[in-house]
């Protein structure tokens, strides 16, 4: 089911995020893409109960940060930081691919900042969302 | 003096001003002066006797500073104050510091004797007991069931949090064979702390802690022993669970802080030796030493290096072995580091990369040159088997080489060259040349889980370059297989080892023998020879996702011969709307047929091959042209297919035998 919302929201966001930037095609897609895309949606059904817990938020930076681990029982904090972790691996790829993949690795920052919004506005209601200013909030 | 012996004295003080004052009046107040030291200070102190007989004693002390912790109104109240020319008793008395705790306490003016409990909560007691007359005076301090958070607010502000936990246990400050002696022995038990992100806690802590240390001329010489006996902590990004244990002595001087001699036993990972100085006024640390004959690798990567070494080559190894090592640290920076490596083997659970049976004498400094032996027993290069090795790491600081080294693969040798690696500001840059003797080719696609293949596979590595997380070569690369050539130009190779590396390339492959290659792939025979061309090749996570691709005949006279089988095949790879065209059709009984060329295109973008062939048809393309008896046209129809769709095709070839449509 979660996997499902997350290839919703990625398509949502890959057409949305399209018209944001006009030039360039969110919707591409190469062997990297995909094994990148495959991966972070593996990870996502790990991810979601830090995501509900608050123990994990959305930065305004597209990527995702361990914002209260006092939400993780002590023994599993060490897991859910590295796969914090390799989520932001995969994510910083997956903005540098699009890059590439459409003959711009300039663009990078342009596409991480795009994706960032749309993360954060398809974050589903209980999430934490860092806003403009660096602070969090509540979806 | 310490902060703790001045409060007393000050209490004292303030017990000799209340005893020397007679009791004709229903009140008496004083006002104390100021009381300063270097961790303590208290400010505002006012005190009073007040009652019929003056029997209540209250204390105020306007701002309490302790450890810079400041403490407002703090209070102590006796109602039944004793007030006595040979001794102070409060029997029922509360200190009110921002929870009220009961208190008692007794001085004895001759002997200079004082005793002092307070009992926060039932069953929690904290004592003090002094007597001041002793030269050098002695105090022991009896804790029972004390809760922790009591003491939580002298730690630094910047310091986890303590939310739980109990102390039991004593400390006594007193004469040592002449010299001032402080001896601690405390438990800790359900000690809980944290930070605010909570990511550096622990819970369930219980340790057992001895402590001694005695002062000299010099500083304080210390012992202690901690043995950390349950619990866990989170540290990010390490975990630790209980079962360790250190013992440490060292010195205390107004100046520094030294480890003289320590001893770190962590659980199945080894015994570590430490020593260290630290500079109290610089707040940097001056000199450090960590020293093992052998720790258990396996261990050690599980708990303290894997967590460390997160999205990096080495972050998912399963490793085992022995090493043993020797790191000084000065002049803040690591300055030497010996290392040696037992029996060890690592391997990547990705299977891109693994060293078996390593055998390493590494005596790094960062001031002078130094040699490493290293001996590998074995290894693999994405599932390429590597043979036994030995080399010699020339070390220069933070610059290393290796001027010659052979390393078998398969049958084959790998001669690699002026291998170099230096760190530049704060990136790694390294480069090699290598030559690789043959190799035989059905043993490198059997290890490759590729079709069989004949023949054998060589070639030559010019400089290979690594920086800004690229990987290229300089000049081309020539290998030989197939009986042909294979020339790779502009070869770079991004993020390698990360999680999509991508390669780019031009690539020209001449002369390759039809029949060797045909045989590999269960394609059907071709006789003859053919030329290809793959420029612009980038793979992505090492599928392709860009190339112009031509395959044509060789130039040159040598036999041209292709079987049913390949040209139901090549037919197949046209898609449905595919025919063959035989000549004649009663040809299509004959097993092998004549053609003069063969040629294919493929341009790929964005997932899409662009077909094409010898030269266009009606309707298509041509990919095999007829030529001599029986000869053979096999046309392509389909322009535009996509690449996984291609794939497939050839999947499907490779498996089973596919009809062709005959056109007479």
Not at chain 2, 195 to 207: F, N, R, S
Not at chain 2, 428 to 451: C, H, I, N, Y
Request: charge should be neutral.
């Amino acid at each position: 089911m979660q996997l499902r919302f997350l290839r919703v929201i990625f398509i949502c966001l890959m057409s949305v995020a399209g018209m944001v930037s006009a030039a360039a095609d969110l919707e591409i897609n190469t062997p990297a893409i995909t094994a990148l895309k495959n991966s972070m949606q593996q990870r996502h059904n790990q991810l979601a109960p830090y995501y509900v817990s608050g123990a994990v938020g959305l930065t305004r930076d597209g990527q995702i940060v361990l914002r209260d681990a006092n939400a993780v029982p002590l023994p599993q904090r060490q897991a859910v930081n590295a796969l914090v972790g390799a989520e932001n691996q995969d994510r910083s790829a997956l903005y540098r691919e699009i890059a590439r993949a459409n003959q711009h690795p300039e663009w990078e920052s342009e596409i991480r900042s795009t994706f960032a919004g749309r993360w954060i506005e398809k974050a589903q209601p209980g999430w934490w969302v860092q806003d403009s200013q660096g602070g969090w909030k509540k979806k | 003096m310490s902060s703790v012996a001045k409060v007393i004295c000050a209490t004292i003080l303030l017990a000799a001003l209340l005893a020397s004052r007679p009791g004709f009046c229903q009140q008496i107040d004083l006002s104390i002066a100021d009381i300063h030291s270097p961790s303590f200070s208290a400010k505002s102190i006012e005190a009073g006797l007040r009652g019929d007989d003056l029997s209540r004693l209250e204390l105020r002390i306007g701002e309490l500073t302790l450890q810079g912790k400041t403490l407002h109104n703090v209070v102590l109240t006796c109602d039944q104050f004793q007030l006595e020319t040979t001794a102070i008793r409060c029997a029922e008395g509360v200190l009110d510091v921002g929870q009220k705790w009961p208190i008692r306490f007794a001085y004895e003016m001759q002997a200079q004797k004082l005793e002092l409990v307070v009992q926060p909560e039932k069953g929690e007691s904290w004592k003090l007991a002094g007597e001041f007359k002793r030269e050098p005076f002695a105090l022991e301090v009896v804790i029972s069931h004390g809760k922790l958070q009591r003491i939580a607010a002298l730690l630094p502000e910047a310091a986890p949090k303590i939310s739980a936990g109990e102390i039991d246990g004593r400390l006594m400050l007193g004469d040592g064979s002449g010299h001032l002696k402080l001896a601690g022995d405390v438990q800790l038990r359900g000690v809980a702390f944290s930070d605010a992100a909570g990511l550096h806690a622990g819970e369930k802590i219980e340790a057992a802690i001895q402590l001694t240390a005695e002062q000299y001329s010099d500083g304080w010489r210390w012992k202690t022993g901690v043995d950390w006996l349950a619990g866990e902590v989170f540290w990010q990004p390490l975990y630790f669970s209980a079962g360790h244990r250190l013992t440490a002595a060292g010195k205390v001087t107004g100046r520094s802080i030294e480890i003289t001699s320590s001893q770190l036993t962590l659980a199945k990972i080894g015994e570590i030796d430490m020593t260290a100085s630290w500079d109290r006024d610089a707040h940097s640390l001056n000199v450090a030493r960590a020293r093992t004959d052998q720790v258990n690798l396996d261990e050690l990567y599980a708990q303290v290096l894997k967590p460390l070494l997160g999205q990096t080559a080495l972050a998912d190894l399963r490793i085992e072995g022995r090493a043993g090592f020797d790191l000084r640290f000065a002049d803040g920076a690591i300055q030497a580091l010996t290392l040696a490596l037992q029996d060890v083997s690592l391997e990547d659970k990705q299977r891109r990369f693994a060293i078996f049976d390593l055998d390493a004498n590494v005596p790094w400094q960062r001031s002078a040159p130094t040699r490493a032996d290293i001996r590998i027993g074995g290894g693999e290069v994405f599932r390429l088997p590597l043979g036994a090795a030995q080399v010699s790491l020339e070390m220069n600081g933070l610059s290393f080489a290796i001027p010659k080294a052979e390393i078998p693969i398969l049958d084959g040798k790998l001669a690699l060259s002026d291998f170099r690696a230096e760190k530049i500001g704060e990136e790694w840059r390294w480069q090699f040349g290598a030559g690789l003797t043959p190799v035989s080719m059905e043993k490198l696609t059997q290890d490759l889980g590729l079709p069989r293949m004949l023949g054998s596979f060589s070639g030559v590595i010019p400089a290979v370059r690594y920086r800004n997380s690229t990987l290229s070569a300089d000049g081309a690369l020539l290998f030989k297989i197939f009986d042909g050539t294979i020339v790779a130009k502009n070869l770079m190779m991004f993020d390698p080892l990360g999680s999509t590396p991508r390669l780019a390339a031009d690539v020209d492959m001449r002369n390759l023998d039809l029949d060797l290659l045909t045989r590999a792939f269960s394609f059907g025979n071709i006789t003859g020879r053919i030329d290809v061309s793959l420029s612009k090749l980038e793979l992505a996570d090492w599928r392709p996702v860009l190339f112009d691709a031509s395959i044509a005949s060789s130039p040159g006279n040598y036999p041209k011969k292709i079987s049913q089988t390949a040209v139901q095949n090549i037919s197949a790879l046209g898609g449905a709307g595919a025919a063959a065209a035989l000549q004649r059709s009663f040809l299509r009984f004959f097993e092998q047929f004549g053609y003069s060329r063969i040629g294919l295109s493929c341009v790929l973008r964005n997932s899409v091959c662009e077909m094409g062939g010898i030269e266009p048809a009606r309707q298509g393309y041509v990919i095999v042209e007829g030529g001599g008896i029986p000869a053979i046209t096999v046309l392509g129809y389909n322009r535009r297919v996509a690449w996984q769709e291609l794939l497939d095709r050839l999947k499907r070839i490779t498996q089973e035998n596919v009809k062709p449509v005959i056109r007479d």
